[in-house]
Each structure stands twice: as structure tokens, then as C-alpha cells.
């Protein structure tokens, strides 16, 4: 896996312990790019100490429970994916504007206390995210695409199809699963599938079942 001018290539490669960034509804793939706007001081406190390091930030969402620690932090989920800072610039009015590119995916061993105001987690990386997915070669690529239309078209969309014609199997599908609207639980899911083809196939049926939902109030609201 390489992102920005950093490669991964074996678990010895990512340090055990990163600062989390947790952030609900937001999803991070293996080779996805994420725009982040940073302006709370714990946040801009933890670009500046991690800009001059290993660039890498652990993205997560809270708890789908909705559970709070006893300071009134939200726990967080078991599984999230690091992100190298491959670009950072300054706003001149106190905010950072970076991009985070996807290496690999992790779990969660233990969230350490820390003097910091940011969180940082013991982390075990999900090794096999470094390499290529052997899956990948049987997504089903039509089908992704025929739901994919389907959701754009009914919700008056528009997409760059020859970009989209480009992209390979990964590619794709970590893209549509990153921009897909859909809620911190949906998103958690498709961050948890244990592969590329059974992340291709959530991702079908959950856009599937939106549809029908929407098939059914629209339906509804005509009688």
C-alpha cells in the first residue's frame, strides 16, 4: 500500500499506538482520500504533533450505542482505518485543510490515557489491507453499477461515468462505499466487511433496500 510518498508493506510498518479522531458518519477506505477541516484545538494540537511524525491518524466513529465514557467523551467503535496526511494547508484563520489517504484498516486493542487532549489507541493493524484484495476479481461489477445508476438517477445525480469506467474493482468499490449518504451504522459495515467482494455485495444490498424505501413512500404519497 502506498499513500503519499509512504509505503506500507508489513505490519512492522505501523506503529502501534496512534491518535484517533473519532467522527461519526465518516468513513475511511484503504486507498480512499478524506478532506478533513480541522478547527477544534485538540484536533489542530494533534495535526501539529503528528504532521512532524509518522503523518498517520486513526479516523473511527463513536459508539453506535451511543455510549459515553465518564468524562462525557463518546466510546468508541472497535474498528477504524488510519490515514496518512498525504496534503496540509493552512486557512489564515486558525483552521487546517488536510487530506488523508487510506492505508489500512485496525482494531482497537486498548485507548490509552493520555496526557494529550486528543485520544491515542494501541491499535493492530489489519495487515492484509496492505496488499492487494484477491477478491476484488469477483465483485460484481454490473450489478454494483446498475444500483449505483439506479440511486443517482433517483435522487436527480450525476456522476463522472468515465471515471468510473476507469476505476478498478477497489477502487470503485471503496469509492462509492466512502460517498454513499448513508448512516454511521451502514458505513460501519461496510468499514467491517473481511473483504472487497463481501464489501461490493453490503453495499448492493443496503442501496438496494433505499431504494425500495423510497419506491414505497413515494408510492405512498401518491394515494
Known sequence: ??????????GKDI?????????????LLPGGRMPLNIFEPRYLQMIDETIGGA???GMIQPSLDEALR???????CAVGCLGRITSFAETGDGRYLISLQ???RFRVAQELAVKAPFRQCRIMPFVTDLSDDPSGGEVNRLSLLRVFRAYLEANDL???????SRADNAMLVNA???????????????????????????????????L???NDEFGSGLQ
Not at 500500500?1 to 508489513?10: E, P, T
Not at 506503529?15 to 468513513?27: H, R, S
Request: charged share 25%; proline share 7%; glycine share 8%.
Open 212 to 214: 425500495a424505501r423510497e
Open 102 to 104: 487510506g492505508v489500512c
Open 15 to 27: 506503529p502501534a499506538t496512534v491518535p484517533v479522531f473519532p467522527l461519526a458518519g465518516a468513513l
Open 176 to 210: 462509492l462505499s466512502m460517498m454513499a449518504p448513508y448512516g454511521a451504522a451502514e458505513k460501519q459495515a461496510l468499514l467491517e466487511a473481511p473483504d472487497l467482494k463481501t464489501r461490493a455485495d453490503t453495499l448492493i444490498a443496503i442501496t438496494e433496500m433505499v
Open 55 to 57: 503523518r498517520l491518524i
Open 1 to 10: 500500500m502506498q499513500a503519499g510518498n509512504a509505503h506500507y508493506r508489513f
Open 158 to 164: 450525476e456522476a463522472d461515468w468515465e471515471g468510473v
Open 70 to 76: 465518564d468524562d462525557g467523551e463518546p466510546e468508541i
